[in-house]
């Protein structure tokens, strides 16, 4: 396809995109104007029927739980695709390389950033913690807490050096809690099932609002996300930093 | 008020859509898909605002007399964020191996799938 075959489609699909943008903003409701019905319904209710505090959380795990298990599904579907395609291919070999100058020391990283990293790792790890546990009462949960616990290892990737926290990363444990959060989140609604209701049921007890134990699954479900997006996001960051670090081209012709 | 909202987002979808087209690098591509992908989040929260809300979060605080905005824009661009992730993650892992096999970022020397290695 020549440039002004693809200028051409592009210019095609752009006035259809216009079009359609145009129509689909004009017909929105004007900016501020009051939440639907339906806002409201899930706003009035999400306290006195789910102990909630967090609107947001109970409409992510609990009103309309079952699309939050699509979405963890997704995530671990990516997560998965980029294992495979950053997997060593055939003509690659995926160990740690000889050190081939051990006379030379490599750098350590500035002690300034050490320290730091000293200092923040157990701090994100603490506020990840925190996010998680508290999303049925404040802004947080599952996702967002998960990504800052998994923040707390990227500190660690940052005050150390990579081959260095290579070697105590636990690989296995990282796959398997990926795995197992997007799994648990499945048992947590087959429980719903097993107690007589439908699937996703919220059947724990629900506690009282504000506090820690309130919201009845809603809390599970957020640990249980947590573990899948916490191993998911270092998974992501291992793969890639995997691709400079470990896996190169074999040169040698050792086997692959 | 609601044109400014709304021509924001629209702002940032085109610009987004801009780089993307006009891309010479596969990164840089990705970023600008990013960008993109921010226009839906804004606007699913502006589609969510109510005049004067405050957040639905109804924990310590005293009674708010004003409304409160939808919780379920701000669930949905949630979803929309760790979507977003999960697409970079994938397309900058393509990325990775595009470079490997072809050794080139550039979309326009990717015209023939075949690796060409002289």
């Known amino acids: ?256 | 008020m609601t044109v400014l909202a709304f021509a924001v987002v629209v702002w940032l979808f085109v610009v987004g859509l801009y780089g993307m087209v006009t891309s010479r690098n596969l990164i840089h591509l990705v970023v600008c898909l990013s960008v993109a992908q921010s226009a839906t989040d804004l606007l699913l929260l502006e589609i969510g605002y109510v005049g004067h809300g405050h957040a639905p979060v109804f924990v310590d605080l005293p009674k708010h007399p004003g409304p409160t905005v939808d919780s379920i824009m701000q669930a949905l661009s949630l979803t929309d964020v760790v979507l977003g992730a999960a697409v970079s993650a994938l397309l900058l892992a393509l990325s990775v191996q595009v470079h490997k096999r072809t050794g080139t970022l550039d979309p326009d020397e990717l015209r023939t799938v075949e690796p060409n290695r002289s």
């Open chain 1, 1 to 256: 396809m020549t440039d002004r075959t693809r200028l051409r489609v592009f210019l095609v699909a752009a006035a259809g995109l216009a079009v359609a943008l145009g129509v689909g903003l004009a017909g929105l409701p004007r900016f501020g104007s009051p939440a639907s019905t339906y806002a409201d319904v899930i706003n009035a209710l999400a306290v006195p029927l789910r102990r909630s505090t967090d609107a947001v959380s109970a409409v992510t795990l609990d009103f309309r739980g079952i699309d939050t298990l699509f979405e963890e599904f997704i995530l671990f579907a990516a997560v998965a695709g980029v294992s495979i395609l950053l997997r060593p291919l055939s003509d690659e070999i995926g160990e740690m390389p000889e050190d081939q100058a051990p006379d030379r020391r490599v750098p350590p990283p500035s002690p300034a950033v050490g320290l730091l990293g000293t200092i923040l790792a157990p701090l994100l790890v603490v506020a990840g913690l925190e996010t998680v546990t508290h999303g049925q009462v404040s802004p947080g949960g599952g996702f967002q807490g998960g990504v800052v616990l998994a923040s707390a290892l990227f500190v660690v990737y940052l005050a150390t050096s990579y081959s260095r926290a290579e070697r105590f990363q636990p690989g296995g444990l990282l796959e398997a809690s990926d795995g197992a959060g997007a799994g648990g989140y499945v048992i947590v609604g087959v429980v719903g099932l097993l107690a007589g209701a439908a699937f996703l049921s919220n059947t724990v007890s629900l506690g009282q609002p504000g506090n820690l134990i309130s919201g009845g699954t809603i809390p599970i479900l957020n640990a249980v996300v947590a573990v899948e997006v916490a191993g998911g996001f270092v998974l992501l960051a291992k793969e890639f930093l995997d691709q400079t670090a470990v896996i190169r081209q074999d040169r040698g012709g050792r086997r692959s």
